[in-house]
């Protein structure tokens, strides 16, 4: 079975031990984030603010705690019937999960201070955007 391999770019990937250099443009735009990462956060911050188990929330949700888990770290692209379903084990509707989720995407972001006061570190766990009619919804 042959191989295939991507052309080599010397200006992202250098030789040795499989180390792999990543490039940043200064001034690039950061890509936006997918929807897969943004829901998966959320569902992870709804859980934690409530105190729950990935296992227990699992268990309601009908899914084994590996997908919940994979599905919280944006690793997996769930059904809108894998959605129902969490967000129900929730106590929320789809239509209120993925409105924080809409929001969330469509607002611009702002830096969240840390507790420190410092601004926290860039990326769509670690930011906060303002929706554009000023509310923040919470589930």
């Not at 042959?2 to 690039?28: D, K, M, Y």
């Not at 729950?52 to 888990?69: C, H, I, K, W």
């Amino acid at each position: 079975m042959a191989e295939t391999s991507r052309p080599r770019n010397p200006n992202t990937e250098r030789e040795g031990a499989h180390a792999r250099v990543q490039v940043r443009v200064i001034g690039a735009a950061l890509p936006e984030p997918l929807w897969r990462v943004v829901l998966g956060a959320r569902l992870r911050r709804i859980r934690h603010e409530r105190g729950e188990r990935l296992v227990d929330t699992a268990d309601r949700a009908g899914v084994s705690p590996q997908y919940l888990s994979e599905v919280e770290r944006g690793l997996k692209e769930p059904s809108s019937e894998m959605i129902a379903a969490i967000a129900r084990a929730f106590g929320l509707t789809l239509v209120d999960l993925t409105l924080g989720v809409a929001e969330y995407l469509g607002a611009p972001a702002v830096d969240a201070p840390s507790s420190s006061g410092r601004a926290a570190p860039a990326g769509p766990a670690a930011s906060l955007r303002a929706p554009a009619s000023g509310l923040l919804l919470a589930a």
